[in-house]
């Protein structure tokens, strides 16, 4: 008899010790961490480039230009920055870095995206029916852009056995909408070696 109840609870506690050590383990680390885990693109590549980016953008003469001939800073909008890598981008976080940089250095003005301002203009509508007057906001009123910023990522992935070379290239440019005029065009590159078992091309 005691040696069944032995055996049951040396088993129970087997079970709970496994099932502790298969449990999912959690760590919070810092935003700004570098921790590469797959060799994909990831929040540190995102920020890293959308800063070195918006950092030669503004150092370049269209800026001063543009200042000297209009009397004032330029409006700016993200136009389609397409994906055209292997593997899935969240380019949404990466526009929201560029934006954030571009808003923060106080040298240029930002314009809304276009499912942005269709959401504003819904609200003005509605506000044209339901706002007192005194504190409605007007239609026909919009800042407009200067410049659009287009844009694509691509990669390259070079693959032998558990090896791989990963190549990304960002590609970006500042158009006038004036004329079409491009008026600077930035790229940034990057590129990681993985090593990892099971690889395959």
Same mark, same amino acid.
């Given at each position: ?10 088993? &129970? ?20 961490? =570098? ?8 929040? +540190?590549? $995102?920020?890293?480039? $959308? ?12 800026? #001063? ?6 009397? #004032?800073?330029?409006? !700016?909008? !993200?136009?389609?920055?397409?994906? &055209?890598?292997? %593997?899935?981008?969240?380019?949404? +976080? ?12 106080? @040298?240029?003005?930002?314009?809304? $995206?276009?499912? /942005?301002?269709?959401?504003?203009? /819904?609200? @003005? ?16 009123? %919009? ?7 287009? #844009? +694509? ?5 070079? !693959? /032998?056995?558990?090896?791989? !070379? @990963? ?10 909408? =004036?004329?079409? @005029? ?15 078992? #099971?690889?395959? $091309?």
């Amino acid at each position: 008899m005691i040696r069944t109840i032995l055996y049951h609870t040396g088993l &129970l506690l087997l079970v709970l010790l496994l099932s502790v050590a298969c449990s999912t383990r959690v760590e919070r680390i810092e935003p700004d961490q =570098v921790r590469d885990l797959s060799g994909n693109w990831n929040d +540190t590549d $995102s920020r890293l480039v $959308s800063e070195e980016m918006v950092q030669d953008v503004l150092a370049q003469p269209w800026l #001063g230009q543009h200042i000297r001939t209009q009397g #004032g800073q330029p409006a !700016v909008i !993200v136009g389609e920055i397409r994906n &055209l890598s292997h %593997e899935h981008i969240n380019l949404r +976080t990466f526009v929201a870095d560029i934006q954030r940089a571009l808003i923060n250095s106080g @040298r240029v003005d930002f314009v809304a $995206s276009r499912d /942005e301002r269709d959401e504003i203009r /819904e609200e @003005r509508r509605d506000q044209d029916l339901h706002a007192r007057e005194d504190t409605r906001k007007a239609m026909g009123r %919009e800042l407009g852009a200067d410049y659009m910023l287009q #844009g +694509t990522i691509n990669t390259i992935i070079d !693959v /032998e056995g558990r090896q791989q !070379v @990963r190549y990304y290239q960002v590609d970006l440019t500042l158009i006038s909408l =004036v004329d079409n @005029r491009i008026v600077w065009i930035g790229q940034k590159k990057i590129k990681k070696f993985v090593t990892r078992p #099971g690889l395959r $091309s």
